[in-house]
């Protein structure tokens, strides 16, 4: 089988009679993409490559290399197959999830300051090891992330969308019972309606005084003026890689907030994405040149 695809990188490995074009969503597309069949999207580069998808008449895959798809999916012309990037992100955004909560139960920020001041000033502070984390998305990265916690001694209570009893995995419809046992909460979580929202007002308030609130998944989740009032209050603490509008306006409140920690949506991007993502993409092509059963396939 010969094909034309268009990749987001030149040292993408390329299966023998394959035509590779190249676009890495900063410059200006090929001119000629008539023929080209399988497309991997560049990762991380806004809404521009996304929109290409509707110039590629000859399109059978697009290949994402990110875990959450939702936005694609209005996007495909019928017949047009879905792949998402499940598991490339996996280590990357664990690594991040347990540096914020390290962050938040270690007070890392106020000895950051005090560096800046050379001051030596000690307190005791709060540790992972015994609390009590709820893990709120319990898919590929939910788990790696509990594989860290477990390793750090927390215990940890599984949510998903749908209980699992076999699996130890609540539902979503227990956490008003779970929230208030909950001294740290993780959230990893896509963006669809079932999940806008999903810690409001009433969830932040069943919180215990002084609870850790994380979100690597979408900003989405949580509601953020909720979450500002109780930050601001001092009754809770956040530690956030996503927010909801995004990005953050540099005026918004919550930047200034004690207690809460933000970074700008880059718990996936660590160095070790990229020849993950790299081989999973030579892989996917490989497979589609042998008209085998393509990785990660999404139902759209």
């Not at 875990?67 to 991040?96: F, K």
């Not at 005090?114 to 990265?141: N, P």
């Amino acid at each position: 089988m010969s094909a034309r695809v268009l990749l987001p990188w030149t040292d993408i490995e390329v299966p023998e009679g394959v035509e590779a074009a190249y676009y890495d969503g900063v410059d200006a597309p090929p001119a000629d993409l008539g023929d080209v069949e399988f497309y991997v999207l560049p990762y991380d580069r806004g809404p521009e490559p996304p929109k290409l998808i509707a110039e590629l008449p000859s399109l059978r895959v697009v290949q994402s290399l990110s875990a959450g798809v939702e936005t694609l999916v209005p996007l495909l012309p019928a017949g047009v197959r879905l792949a998402n990037g499940r598991g490339l992100h996996d280590l990357s955004v664990a690594e991040h999830a347990l540096a914020l909560i390290h962050s938040a139960q270690r007070d890392l920020p106020r000895w950051f300051a005090q560096q800046t001041r050379g001051e030596w000033a000690r307190e005791h502070t709060r540790s992972l090891a015994d609390s009590r984390v709820l893990l709120v998305g319990y898919g590929s990265i939910g788990q790696a992330i509990e594989r860290q916690l477990v390793a750090a001694e927390a215990v940890v209570t599984r949510v998903a969308s749908r209980s699992r009893p076999d699996d130890r995995v609540h539902g979503v419809a227990e956490l008003p019972a779970l929230l208030p046992e909950a001294d740290i909460v993780v959230l990893v979580l896509p963006d669809t309606p079932a999940t806008r929202g999903l810690i409001g007002p009433d969830e932040l308030a069943a919180l215990p005084d002084d609870a850790l609130v994380v979100n690597v998944g979408r900003g989405t989740a949580i509601d953020t003026d909720a979450l500002l009032a109780e930050t601001r209050a001092g009754r809770l603490r956040a530690g956030l890689d996503v927010v909801e509008p995004e990005p953050l306006p540099a005026d918004h409140p919550l930047w200034t907030v004690p207690g809460v920690v933000i970074t700008p949506h880059i718990a996936g991007g660590s160095a070790s994405f990229y020849p993950r993502a790299k081989k999973l993409a030579a892989e996917q092509l490989r497979r589609y040149v042998k008209d085998e059963e393509l990785l990660n396939l999404v139902e759209h």
